[in-house]
Each structure stands twice: as structure tokens, then as C-alpha cells.
């Protein structure tokens, strides 16, 4: 990272964390460079994309680097937020070396300022260039196992989402480094404050948008219920009221899942999903609360910094 066009705190912050700012384009250099040559070396995509052949050694070492990078990119966001909380914050504060700033003519705000925007520009960029590298290797795994769009990981690592939990990380990373003031704490409870918002977020973003039914006459195929590519949230068996029982309610009592004794009524299968058409408009929802979160608690950081230090 270049500080010859920045001046007074931010010239400061990126000097004193050169090496780990230089380390993100390294990351996304490496990753650029492992995935362009796996893919090479995979080849062409098969015309069954669920499964991949055991001889294709590329194909097998790229499935093996994307399920790294899951994990890695997953975790990605508290890892940022436990930098910010961290090196860039409480242990400025816990060694009392935030005073300097102070001597050279910037506010305490400004000091924050600086240390947040520069975080907060390096993980937009780094994020946003490292889920790109992602989806071109994902690309070519797209739809097996593990690698469905609405997969953990891969969901939070193809789309904008990825953005907003490192913007998140940032802001509560500025927060939590005020105000514990530890270094090796501060990261430790950044990180898992992060972690809880990422946890509770997946399980609730589904819900953001209503679910898709369709039916079949009983006993139809159930295949014939979704598309492909859909991500099925409910199925059952439906009863001529109206009434939603579970799959395997007739297979209790005949032991057979095509057949279902009369009293029971049964009259068709259905299902509950959402269609690929719904990655997007969650994507974006979920990145609008994220946005909006990191928005209030950065205001609440920039309150302490002023009301703690003028």
C-alpha cells in the first residue's frame, strides 16, 4: 500500500500496517493465479455437473481449493473485524500511543476517522476482488455438492453479501476496540460478535422473501415438484381438506411411500422453495441490513471516540 498521496492520520495508519494492507493483494494475486491454473488443468465442464469423474485430478484439486476457500472466505469477515478491534484500535489505546495522534494537530475523531476508512476501503476492494476470483472458480462447480447457490459459504462468498459483513466487521471492530481496550479481548469479542451476526442473519434470510409452492396429484413424482436448480425449504403430502402432513406419513402405516391408505384422504405431494430468481433480491436485502447496521454502530463508535476523548 502506497502512503505518498495520503496525509496526517490516514498517511499514519497505512504506514504502520503496510505489511498486512500489501497482504490482500498478495491473497487475491494467489488466488487468482491457483484457480486459473486449476480450472486449466480441470478442463472442460462435464456435461453431468453433479458429479466429477474420480480420474480428473484438476477437477478433484479445484472442488478441494473452493472448499478451502468457503471456509476461508466465511471467515473472512471476523477476521477483519478482529484487525480493526485489535491492532488498528485497542492497542493503540491500551499502549496509550494514540496520544501521538493527538500531538500532531488531528482530533481524536480524526484518528478514528482514518483508522476506519482505510479498513473499510482495503476490505471493500479486497472483498469484493476476492469473491470475484471465487466465482470464476466456482463457476466451474456450480450446482454439485456443497457448491448450490444457497450453500453456506458459497452464498455468502458469490455475492455482495461478502462486502457487507467485512463493512460489518469494520464498524464493530471500531466499536469494541473503544471499548475493551485489550488487544487480544477485543479481537476475541469482535469476532464473535461478527460470527453471531453472520450465524443469526443465514438462518433468518430465507424468510426475507415468501416461499414458491407447487403440487402434484398424489402420488406423483416428487422431482417434478421444484426445478433443479431451487432450494427446497417444506414438503409433505396434502389431504383433500386442505390439510399439510409430513412425507413419510403414509410409510408408517403401508411401509411404502407411493401408497397411502384411503382414510387418510391424500390427494396430492407439494413443495416449498425458493427458485434461483431469489439469490439476488436476497442478496441485496440482507446487504441493506448489513449496511444499515454498520451504519449505527459506527455512529456509536464516533459518539464514544467524542465523548470519551473531545
Not at 406423483?220 to 415438484?225: E, F, N, Q, T
Amino acid at each position: 500500500m502506497s502512503a505518498l498521496t495520503l496525509k496526517g492520520p490516514y498517511w499514519a495508519t497505512v504506514r504502520q500496517h503496510r505489511r498486512t494492507l500489501w497482504a490482500v493483494p498478495a491473497l487475491v494475486a494467489a488466488g487468482l493465479a491457483a484457480v486459473v491454473a486449476l480450472r486449466a488443468w480441470a478442463g472442460d465442464p462435464d456435461s453431468d455437473r453433479m458429479t466429477v469423474p474420480s480420474s480428473n485430478h484438476g477437477a478433484t484439486l479445484l472442488r478441494l481449493f473452493m472448499e478451502a476457500a468457503n471456509t476461508g472466505l466465511l471467515f473472512l469477515p471476523l477476521l477483519v473485524g478482529a484487525f480493526v478491534a485489535g491492532p488498528m484500535t485497542a492497542r493503540e489505546l491500551e499502549s496509550g500511543t494514540w496520544r501521538l495522534a493527538l500531538t500532531q494537530s488531528a482530533t481524536a475523531k480524526a484518528w478514528l476517522g482514518a483508522k476506519v476508512l482505510v479498513a473499510a476501503a482495503v476490505a471493500v476492494l479486497g472483498s469484493a476482488a476476492l469473491a470475484g476470483v471465487y466465482r470464476l472458480g466456482w463457476v466451474r462447480i456450480s450446482g454439485t455438492y456443497q457448491f448450490h447457490w444457497a450453500d453456506r459459504g458459497t452464498y455468502e462468498a458469490t455475492g455482495p453479501v461478502l462486502v457487507g459483513y467485512c463493512l460489518l466487521g469494520v464498524a464493530i471492530g471500531a466499536l469494541v476496540g473503544q471499548l475493551v481496550r485489550r488487544t487480544l479481548a477485543a479481537m476475541a469479542v469482535t469476532g464473535l460478535l461478527t460470527g453471531l451476526v453472520l450465524l443469526g442473519l443465514g438462518a433468518l434470510r430465507w424468510s426475507f422473501l415468501s416461499v414458491e409452492t407447487n403440487t402434484v396429484p398424489f402420488p406423483g413424482s416428487p422431482a417434478k415438484l421444484i426445478p433443479h436448480s431451487a432450494l427446497l425449504m417444506d414438503s409433505g403430502l396434502l389431504t383433500a381438506t386442505g390439510e399439510r402432513l409430513p412425507e413419510y406419513a403414509c410409510f408408517a402405516r403401508t411401509h411404502n411411500l407411493r401408497v397411502c391408505p384411503a382414510d387418510m384422504h391424500i390427494t396430492a405431494r407439494y413443495a416449498e422453495f425458493h427458485p434461483a430468481s431469489h439469490y439476488w433480491p436476497t442478496q441485496l436485502i440482507e446487504t441493506s441490513l448489513l449496511l444499515a447496521l454498520t451504519a449505527a454502530l459506527l455512529y456509536a463508535a464516533f459518539r464514544l471516540v467524542r465523548a470519551r476523548h473531545g
